[in-house]
C-alpha cells in the first residue's frame, strides 16, 4: 500500500499568514491525490481534487502543487475559519488517506 | 440537492456484523458512484470500499475479506455489511457520492459506531 506521510501534525498560525502543508507519498502517485478540510465534529470536505484544482465553491485563498511523490496545499492568507484538520488522499493505487496536519490559530 | 444519510446500530458485539444503509437523494446511482469511508475518533480517514456506476464494486484489500456492498437502486439505498467486527473497527463511518474524478464531493452526516460487549 501507498504509505501518505503528512507534516507538519500540528501548525500553529496567525490570521494573514501564509500556510503551507505538505504530503508525502511513498511512491510515484502520478498527480492523483486530493485534499480534504475537516472542521471539528463535521464531514471531510473536498478542497482539491487532481493535485492543482479548486472545487467548487472553495476561496480561491487555497491552492495546490505537486508532483510525483510531493504535494502541497497553499492557503495564502489564512482566516479564522480554516482552522481545521487537513487530509491529503490519494487514488492512483489502493486509495489512502494522510493522517492529517491540524491548523490552530496562533 | 445532493443528500446522503446514513443509518444503522450505534453498538455491535465483537464478532458480530455491521449492517448499514446509505440513502440518497439528488442524483442516480447509476450515474455516480458511492464510496464508504470510516474514521476512528481523532484518527485519519479510511476508504473502505465503492459501489460503482455500474454496479461494481471495489474494495480496500485490508477489508476485503470480511467487507461486503450492494445496492438498491429502486429505493435510492446503498449498504455495507462487515463481519467479524472488532474494538478496532469503531469509528464514525460515511457514505460519500464520488464525482467524475473518483474525489468525494458530497458526504453524509456519518454514523458512530462502537464495538463492544
Known amino acids: 500500500d501507498i504509505q501518505m506521510t503528512q507534516s507538519p501534525p500540528v501548525l500553529s498560525a496567525s490570521v494573514g499568514d501564509r500556510v503551507t502543508l505538505s504530503c508525502k507519498a511513498s511512491q510515484n502517485i502520478n498527480k492523483n491525490l486530493d485534499w480534504y478540510q475537516q472542521k471539528h465534529g463535521e464531514a471531510p470536505k473536498l478542497l482539491i481534487y487532481y493535485t492543482n484544482n479548486l472545487q467548487t465553491g472553495i476561496p480561491s485563498r487555497f491552492s495546490g502543487s505537486g508532483s510525483g511523490t510531493d504535494y502541497t496545499l497553499t492557503i495564502s492568507s489564512l482566516q479564522p475559519e480554516d482552522v481545521a484538520t487537513y487530509y491529503c488522499y490519494q487514488y492512483n493505487s489502493g486509495p489512502t488517506f494522510g493522517a492529517g496536519t491540524k491548523l490552530e490559530l496562533k | 440537492q445532493v443528500q446522503l444519510k446514513e443509518s444503522g446500530p450505534g453498538l455491535v458485539q465483537p464478532s458480530e456484523t455491521l449492517s448499514l444503509t446509505c440513502t440518497v437523494s439528488?442524483?442516480?446511482?447509476?450515474?455516480?458512484?458511492v464510496s464508504w469511508v470510516r474514521q476512528p475518533s481523532g484518527k485519519g480517514p479510511e476508504w473502505m470500499g465503492r459501489m460503482w456506476y455500474d454496479g461494481d464494486t471495489a474494495y480496500n484489500s485490508a477489508l476485503k475479506s470480511r467487507l461486503s456492498i450492494s445496492r438498491d437502486t429502486s429505493k435510492n439505498q446503498v449498504f455495507l455489511k462487515m463481519n467479524s467486527l472488532q474494538t478496532d473497527d469503531t469509528g464514525t463511518y460515511y457514505c460519500t457520492r464520488d464525482d467524475l474524478n473518483n474525489s468525494f464531493d458530497y458526504w453524509g452526516q456519518g454514523v458512530m459506531v462502537t464495538v463492544s460487549s
Open positions: 439528488g442524483f442516480s446511482l447509476t450515474s455516480y458512484s
